[in-house]
């Protein structure tokens, strides 16, 4: 099972990204997909999740209203639409797989990582 994330880069603050999570073969079909960051110094954590078929997401409250989950399981493509960026923002941006079908907010319950995408938040 592999998972890589991509879009990162550089952007002002309100500006937009959209990160990719791109999975090889059967691999995100059935299951929840979630989003992690990590900063600098910090531990990393939950941002978003998408259950199995893309009809139910959960956000962590930092970033609701702002980032938006979805999927599209024909393609094994997960994506992470971030609007309003801010510079907290900025940190290391992972995919990975869950356990289950339904989402899940901790990190404990993803079985797979993805190699994660920078995303810097400045003017």
């Known amino acids: 099972v592999q998972l890589q994330a991509s879009g990162g880069g550089l952007v002002q603050p309100g500006g937009s990204l959209r990160l990719s999570c791109a999975a090889s073969a059967r691999t995100v079909s059935g299951f929840a997909v979630g989003w992690f960051r990590q900063a600098p110094g910090k531990e990393r954590e939950f941002v978003a999740s998408v259950d199995w078929r893309g009809g139910s997401t959960v956000y962590a409250t930092s970033v609701k209203g702002r980032f938006t989950v979805s999927r599209d399981n024909a393609k094994n493509t997960v994506w992470l639409q971030m609007n309003g960026l801010e510079p907290e923002d900025t940190a290391v941006y992972f995919c990975?797989?869950?356990?289950?079908?339904?989402?899940?907010?901790?990190?404990?319950?993803?079985?797979?990582w993805g190699r994660g995408t920078q995303v810097t938040v400045s003017s």
């Open positions: 990975a797989r869950s356990f289950y079908v339904e989402t899940t907010t901790s990190k404990t319950q993803y079985r797979y």
